[in-house]
Nanobody, 133 residues
Framework: QVQLVESGGGLVQTGGSLRLSCAASGRTFSFYAMGWFRQAPGKEREFVAAISWNGGTTYYSDSVKGRFTISRDNAKNTVYLQMNSLKPEDTAVYYC??????????????????????????WGRGTLVTVSS
């Protein structure tokens, strides 16, 4: 069992930056692919970014590519999402998720599973990011 707790959300102006963190419990964290998803008001939850078990492979949605960076520190059982050049349309609740498999994004892709749990096994409760115009 893995528990995930997000932090780092808040209010930021357009063009600003935020860094989200996701702390994981459980000794098997380092074997899991991890991802970030978000849900804006009135919309379905969508995929944002994913990282492989060892950090060697990353995968991004087109909407955040070039602006967001996902990373992980397995020694600290933590995954991060650095968000730069934020836009009002990035406003959402951001969720951390983990899967009991090493890779996520290409073969095991969010499009394969669709909205809902996106094939992920564990979810945090989310942290709110609000980008003001």
């Amino acid at each position: 069992q893995v528990q995930l707790v997000e932090s780092g959300g808040g209010l930021v102006q357009t063009g600003g930056s935020l860094r989200l963190s996701c702390a994981a419990s459980g000794r098997t964290f380092s074997f899991y692919a991890m991802g970030w998803f978000r849900q804006a008001p009135g919309k379905e939850r969508e995929f944002v970014a994913a990282i492989s078990w060892n950090g060697g492979t990353t995968y991004y949605s087109d909407s955040v590519k070039g602006r967001f960076t996902i990373s992980r520190d397995n020694a600290k059982n933590t995954v991060y999402l650095q968000m730069n050049s934020l836009k009002p349309e990035d406003t959402a609740v951001y969720y951390c998720a983990g899967g009991s498999f090493p890779y996520y994004g290409v073969t095991r892709s969010p499009d394969l599973y669709g909205p809902g749990d996106y094939g992920m096994d564990y979810w945090g409760r989310g942290t709110l990011v609000t980008v003001s115009s």
